[in-house]
């Protein structure tokens, strides 16, 4: 009997699971952009699952973007600048190099956003600004409540800038880098990892009450290279070896 693929896991996740690895072999260039994948029956023998959990499975890598399908022809690997989704495999975020990109993403679209954000923002902007900081240092801050008031805190700043192409793309961001917010409450002791977490907020919010462009970037820099030293990556320095 052939062994099945390692990735079978639940019924339920197994076209996640091979559209995942259907990912990982195209942004790993074993698929290249313009290749056709290989067909149904032949993908469904590879992972020992039936072509309706194939199907579903470039369903969603069509949905992410990643492949274009050919009537009567089959599926095709788009080049990453063809691709109309933008799509982050939270899997790959366990691979500390992809996790050092993420957080040099957030550190050029976070600051600037946060320069943006403290020259157009209204009182309004800054009351929902206050609201999520208030509640990541109130009752909630022991708990994951605190992290849904953290990420709502970046995207009320993203708000503010009053771009929504800004705010749908550190909205987005934000999804993935719960994931970071949670290994680092693990891997740190909680009340200190808290205290310096709240207190770079509020440096944050400061500078942008006073309307200060300059010093909220800044403030919110050093909260991004702060956060990425909380799970294990330098970003300042890898930024400077670089220049």
């Given at each position: 009997?052939?062994?099945?693929?390692s990735?079978?896991?639940?019924?339920?996740?197994?076209?996640?699971?091979?559209?995942?690895?259907?990912?990982?072999?195209?942004?790993?260039?074993?698929?290249i952009?313009?290749?056709?994948?290989?067909?149904?029956?032949?993908?469904?023998?590879?992972?020992?699952?039936?072509?309706?959990?194939?199907?579903?499975?470039?369903?969603?890598?069509?949905?992410?973007?990643?492949?274009?399908?050919?009537q009567?022809?089959?599926?095709?690997?788009?080049?990453?600048?063809?691709?109309?989704?933008?799509?982050?495999?939270?899997?790959?975020?366990?691979?500390?190099?992809?996790m050092?990109?993420?957080?040099?993403?957030?550190s050029?679209?976070?600051?600037?956003?946060?320069?943006l954000a403290?020259?157009?923002?209204?009182?309004?902007?800054?009351?929902?600004?206050?609201?999520?900081?208030?509640?990541?240092?109130?009752?909630?801050?022991?708990e994951?409540?605190?992290?849904?008031?953290?990420?709502?805190?970046?995207?009320?700043?993203?708000?503010?800038?009053g771009?929504?192409?800004?705010?749908?793309?550190?909205?987005?961001?934000?999804e993935q880098?719960r994931?970071?917010?949670?290994?680092?409450?693990?891997?740190n002791?909680?009340?200190?990892?808290?205290?310096?977490?709240?207190?770079?907020?509020?440096r944050?919010?400061?500078?942008?009450?006073?309307?200060?462009?300059?010093?909220?970037?800044?403030?919110?820099?050093?909260?991004?290279?702060?956060?990425?030293?909380?799970?294990?990556?330098?970003?300042?320095?890898?930024?400077?070896?670089?220049?």
């Amino acid at each position: 009997m052939k062994q099945r693929s390692s990735i079978i896991g639940s019924v339920e996740a197994l076209p996640h699971r091979v559209a995942s690895h259907l990912s990982r072999e195209i942004e790993g260039g074993d698929i290249i952009p313009g290749a056709r994948l290989p067909t149904e029956s032949q993908l469904a023998d590879k992972f020992g699952v039936s072509r309706n959990v194939v199907r579903e499975a470039i369903a969603q890598l069509r949905a992410d973007g990643m492949v274009e399908a050919r009537q009567g022809i089959g599926a095709f690997v788009m080049a990453p600048e063809q691709r109309t989704a933008i799509r982050i495999d939270r899997e790959a975020l366990k691979d500390q190099r992809n996790m050092e990109q993420l957080f040099e993403l957030r550190s050029i679209l976070e600051t600037e956003s946060a320069t943006l954000a403290a020259a157009r923002c209204a009182s309004d902007d800054l009351d929902a600004i206050k609201a999520a900081l208030d509640r990541m240092g109130g009752e909630e801050r022991w708990e994951d409540g605190s992290i849904e008031a953290d990420l709502l805190f970046h995207r009320a700043i993203a708000r503010a800038t009053g771009n929504s192409y800004i705010y749908t793309f550190i909205s987005f961001v934000c999804e993935q880098i719960r994931q970071s917010i949670h290994y680092a409450r693990l891997t740190n002791p909680l009340h200190d990892l808290v205290e310096v977490n709240v207190a770079e907020h509020v440096r944050i919010y400061d500078a942008l009450a006073a309307h200060d462009p300059q010093a909220a970037g800044e403030a919110m820099r050093r909260h991004i290279d702060g956060a990425a030293s909380r799970v294990g990556v330098e970003l300042t320095a890898k930024i400077n070896r670089g220049k």
